[in-house]
């Protein structure tokens, strides 16, 4: 058996809430839960408060509900009740249609979508996304990139119109949708649902375009170039608006989201607007200290090595790291003293390093130390 469902829970409302307030707690959460919206749509949530505001709307319903619970309209109640559910389908409707249907009117949700009565009314196209693949260079210094990609784009053929001698849809009578019955042990179940014939519409053609179907829109590749800003970083994404697929009947572009990926460089790691290299040094040039050339994404510089330089020292160099053309700001290069120990030695150096050996150096009291805690 089926479980009871909660349609006052459902809404947000009390048992005792009055018609207004089903209905305006049910457009609350239609515009949010809504497909067509980007942000919060959930098409399994929008099912759910539709079909909880098709029982509540309805005065007879209701009482039906409050009597013998969900049941009484799954078939899993007592019995069927006086033709079972026969409210509107809404899955396949846009949220202005929707809002249409319930509060009459246009209500400008901005998702797009259909008109309720058919018509052939612009609907935005849809968004695209592309990965890009870019050299660390690139990303730093910025660059020009061309892709290709599969968009929809208005027919040329008609126009964008679909076809020619335009007239009302002669399978539903110009208002976009078909109502089918159907007898069942529990009654006359009814639903609605977008005309096969005009796909919702309500015109059909003459002479429809035979390049596009009647759809006003065919699917072709085309090269999309792009420059790409100094600084992106590896997971960026950037929007081009009205780059995307083309709308239904004239109707406003999508947009073309392009995710960045950068490879990885052989002596630069960057985190943000800050770059990290590492400064190899010979055993004398960290003991005496040193002039050392310093690689940065800036050009070379010369910076003064201290003496007496330890392995893993840092040394920050402002103003040297990524030129981030978003914020405006340039970030660091860090460099980091990578002391290289030798592994061939000639007999003059093996002398010179024990000569060095048997002098007192700063390090035997950090020896000392060390022994005192492992002997």
Same mark, same amino acid.
């Given at each position: 058996?089926?479980?009871n469902k909660?349609?006052?829970?459902?809404l947000g409302v009390d048992?005792?809430?009055?018609?207004a307030d089903?209905?305006s707690?049910?457009?609350k959460?239609a515009?949010k839960?809504?497909?067509d919206?980007?942000?919060?749509?959930?098409?399994?949530?929008?099912?759910?408060i539709?079909?909880?505001?098709?029982v509540?709307s309805?005065?007879q319903?209701?009482?039906?509900?409050d009597?013998?619970g969900?049941?009484a309209f799954?078939?899993?109640g007592?019995?069927g009740f006086g033709?079972?559910f026969?409210?509107?389908?809404f899955?396949?409707?846009?949220?202005?249609?929707?809002?249409?249907?319930?509060f009459g009117?246009?209500?400008?949700?901005?998702?797009g979508?259909?008109?309720?009565?058919g018509g052939?009314? @612009?609907?935005? !196209?849809?968004d695209?996304? *592309?990965n =890009?693949? %870019?050299?660390?260079?690139? /990303?730093?210094y $910025?660059?020009e +990139?061309?892709?290709?990609?599969?968009?929809?784009?208005?027919?040329?053929?008609c126009?964008g119109?679909?076809?020619?001698?335009?007239?009302?849809c002669s399978?539903c009578?110009g208002?976009?949708r078909?109502?089918?019955?159907?007898q069942s042990?529990?009654?006359?179940?009814?639903?609605?649902?977008?005309?096969?014939n005009c796909?919702?519409?309500?015109r059909?053609?003459t002479?429809k375009c035979?390049n596009?179907g009647g759809?006003?829109v065919?699917?072709?590749?085309?090269t999309?170039?792009?420059?790409?800003?100094?600084?992106?970083?590896?997971g960026d994404t950037?929007?081009m608006?009205?780059?995307?697929?083309?709308?239904?009947f004239?109707?406003?572009?999508?947009?073309?989201?392009?995710?960045?990926r950068?490879?990885?460089?052989e002596?630069? @790691?960057?985190? !943000?607007?800050?770059v990290y *290299?590492? =400064?190899p %040094?010979?055993i004398?040039? /960290?003991i005496? $200290?040193c002039? +050392?050339e310093i690689p940065?994404?800036?050009?070379?510089i010369?910076?003064?090595i201290?003496?007496?330089?330890?392995n893993?020292?840092k040394?920050?160099?402002?103003?040297?790291?990524v030129d981030?053309?978003?914020?405006?700001?340039?970030?660091d290069?860090i460099?980091i003293?990578?002391i290289?120990?030798?592994t061939?030695?000639?007999?003059?150096?093996?002398e010179?390093l024990k000569?060095?050996?048997?002098?007192?150096?700063?390090s035997?009291?950090?020896?000392?130390v060390?022994?005192?805690?492992?002997n």
């Amino acid at each position: 058996m089926a479980s009871n469902k909660d349609y006052y829970e459902t809404l947000g409302v009390d048992k005792s809430a009055s018609t207004a307030d089903i209905k305006s707690a049910f457009r609350k959460l239609a515009k949010k839960y809504h497909p067509d919206n980007k942000e919060t749509g959930d098409e399994a949530k929008f099912k759910e408060i539709s079909e909880a505001y098709q029982v509540l709307s309805d005065e007879q319903k209701r009482k039906t509900y409050d009597q013998f619970g969900s049941g009484a309209f799954d078939g899993s109640g007592a019995g069927g009740f006086g033709g079972g559910f026969q409210g509107f389908d809404f899955s396949d409707m846009g949220l202005d249609e929707i809002l249409s249907q319930v509060f009459g009117g246009g209500f400008g949700s901005g998702f797009g979508g259909r008109s309720s009565r058919g018509g052939r009314r @612009q609907t935005r !196209g849809s968004d695209m996304e *592309v990965n =890009i693949i %870019l050299d660390f260079e690139d /990303a730093v210094y $910025g660059t020009e +990139k061309s892709f290709d990609i599969n968009i929809i784009d208005a027919c040329d053929t008609c126009n964008g119109h679909g076809g020619t001698g335009e007239k009302i849809c002669s399978t539903c009578g110009g208002s976009g949708r078909v109502v089918e019955q159907r007898q069942s042990l529990f009654g006359i179940f009814q639903s609605e649902s977008p005309c096969p014939n005009c796909s919702g519409t309500g015109r059909e053609f003459t002479n429809k375009c035979t390049n596009c179907g009647g759809d006003g829109v065919v699917k072709h590749k085309r090269t999309i170039k792009l420059r790409v800003p100094r600084g992106v970083e590896d997971g960026d994404t950037m929007r081009m608006p009205g780059k995307g697929n083309a709308g239904l009947f004239d109707g406003p572009r999508g947009d073309i989201y392009i995710n960045f990926r950068v490879k990885e460089h052989e002596i630069y @790691q960057r985190d !943000g607007r800050d770059v990290y *290299v590492k =400064i190899p %040094l010979t055993i004398t040039e /960290a003991i005496l $200290g040193c002039k +050392k050339e310093i690689p940065t994404i800036q050009g070379t510089i010369i910076a003064d090595i201290p003496s007496g330089t330890q392995n893993g020292d840092k040394f920050k160099f402002r103003g040297k790291g990524v030129d981030d053309e978003k914020t405006g700001r340039k970030g660091d290069t860090i460099g980091i003293a990578s002391i290289i120990i030798p592994t061939k030695l000639d007999r003059k150096q093996k002398e010179l390093l024990k000569e060095l050996d048997s002098t007192k150096l700063d390090s035997d009291n950090v020896f000392k130390v060390y022994n005192k805690y492992t002997n």
